[in-house]
């Protein structure tokens, strides 16, 4: 189990979104950013397809360089 603190958070409430804090939906300031035990968190999404893309362009740059040699 992880523990954290939001500067956003005010009691229950995300200052930054103005409704009840739900740590790694959109708007999150997380959201993208961390992968959350519940795999429904809207997060965890959204950082698979960050690292899928980031994974196409490293594999681009790849065979742009084996091509130049």
Request: glycine share 8%; aromatic share 4%.
């Amino acid at each position: 189990m992880g523990g954290w603190t939001c500067s956003h958070q005010i009691g229950n409430i995300c200052d930054l979104l103005d409704k009840a804090c739900e740590p790694g939906t959109k708007g999150c300031t997380l959201y993208g950013k961390a992968l959350f035990s519940d795999p429904s968190t809207p997060s965890n999404e959204a950082v698979e397809r960050r690292e899928e893309m980031q994974r196409k362009k490293e594999m681009e740059e790849l065979i742009k360089t084996q091509i130049s040699k």
